[in-house]
């Protein structure tokens, strides 16, 4: 994101066209280390489209499934500052 951000809320859109089963169990993560692994992930585990109650700060915003390898797809994310 540039610089420091306190973000409160976090909407992501998924694809409509096909793949919506590849958007499961995610995580998102705000914070300082460019590794977003290593930041702390806003609460809960989500599946689908949805809006995202975050209440974190940092540099970084990053969205994975842990421990899979394989495709995450989406189509938009969204980052909503306090």
Do not use: F, Q, W
């Amino acid at each position: 994101m540039g610089t420091i951000r306190h973000i409160k809320t976090v909407v992501t859109v998924n694809r409509v066209d096909c793949c919506a089963d590849r958007l499961a169990n995610y995580e998102v993560r705000v914070g300082n280390d460019p590794d977003v692994k290593k930041n702390p992930a806003c609460p809960g585990k989500h599946t689908g489209a949805k809006t995202i109650a975050c209440d974190l700060s940092g540099r970084y915003l990053g969205i994975i499934i842990p421990g899979v390898s394989g495709i995450l797809t989406l189509c938009e994310v969204e980052a909503y500052e306090a």
